[in-house]
């Protein structure tokens, strides 16, 4: 089953920013204690209004 996250709060909350700090957070890549190079398989969808001019 594929989980859902949906963010949503008032203007200026810090929505942008969490989820930036969010997907940067899982898109570490690093060695584990086992010594092995671990990469993230996590997948991100970001969906954002914009105005026009």
Known sequence: MTNIK???AICG???TSY???MMNDFSKV???V???LHTS???FI???PF???
Do not use: H, P
């Open 13 to 15: 909350a810090g929505k």
């Open 19 to 21: 989820a930036i700090q």
């Open 34 to 36: 086992d010594g092995e």
């Open 46 to 48: 970001y969906v954002t």
């Open 41 to 43: 398989e996590k997948k």
């Open 6 to 8: 949906v963010i949503d």
């Open 30 to 32: 690093g060695f584990g």
């Open 51 to 53: 105005l026009s001019k």
